[in-house]
T-cell receptor, first 109, second 114 residues
Framework: GQNIDQPTEMTATEGAIVQINCTYQ??????LFWYQQHAGEAPTFLSY????GLEEKGRFSSFLSRSKGYSYLLLKELQMKDSASYLC??????????FGKGTRLSVIA | EPEVTQTPSHQVTQMGQEVILRCVPI?????FYWYRQILGQKVEFLVS????????KSEIFDDQFSVERPDGSNFTLKIRSTKLEDSAMYFC????????????FGNGTRLTVT
């Protein structure tokens, strides 16, 4: 089966940098997604890592290490609107996507 | 930017009643999905649909559930006899290239079963 672990909650200050970690266990691996979900809204796509390394997209970057079963989402220059849940989502290739429980990030002034 | 649209945004129904949740996926997408999210819990896969048939379904998607693509644009989820535990947010999603491409989610239908 597949298993995803990510912290339940994090708090960070406006303008700061925050790193949200995700570890996973799986028998197969195609890639790892990160989605953002504001309370009461739909998840929206942030990034998709297939190969090891860091992918940067504006203020958001995502890192993957397949050998360690580890990914992180890095958010820079935090803004209040970044307060949301961040979902680590595993594409194992042989089952439907598996969503983590999400990390609820609170950005404070 | 094209969007996935879902109706209604809220649905309240009595236990045992049938409900139909409607979705219009992005027009050039070929893969369609239903997910649900019980309040405070994680997003759970229900069913995927491709080439006019179900490609995968989860244990949640039992005989009470069905999906249909009645025309070239709509994609519906029917729950035949709702139970209290069916209360959740139901998200429709579509993608253009299966599991290796991002899912585009609709804004969801909040279903409350009383």
């Amino acid at each position: 089966g597949q298993n995803i672990d990510q912290p339940t909650e994090m708090t960070a200050t406006e303008g700061a940098i925050v790193q949200i970690n995700c570890t996973y266990q799986t028998s197969g691996f195609n890639g790892l997604f990160w989605y953002q979900q504001h309370a009461g809204e739909a998840p929206t796509f942030l990034s998709y890592n297939v190969l090891d390394g860091l992918e940067e997209k504006g203020r958001f970057s995502s890192f993957l290490s397949r050998s360690k079963g580890y990914s992180y989402l890095l958010l820079k220059e935090l803004q209040m609107k970044d307060s949301a849940s961040y979902l680590c989502v595993l594409n194992s290739g042989n089952t439907p996507l598996v969503f983590g429980k999400g990390t609820r990030l609170s950005v404070i002034a | 930017e094209p969007e996935v649209t879902q109706t209604p945004s809220h649905q309240v129904t009595q236990m045992g009643q049938e409900v139909i949740l409607r979705c219009v996926p992005i027009s050039n997408h070929l893969y369609f999905y239903w997910y649900r999210q019980i309040l405070g819990q994680k997003v759970e896969f229900l069913v995927s649909f491709y080439n006019n048939e179900i490609s995968e379904k989860s244990e949640i998607f039992d005989d009470q559930f069905s999906v249909e693509r009645p025309d070239g644009s709509n994609f519906t989820l029917k729950i035949r006899s709702t139970k209290l535990e069916d209360s959740a947010m139901y998200f429709c999603a579509s993608s253009d290239a299966g599991s290796n491409s991002p899912l585009h989610f609709g804004n969801g239908t909040r279903l409350t079963v009383t």
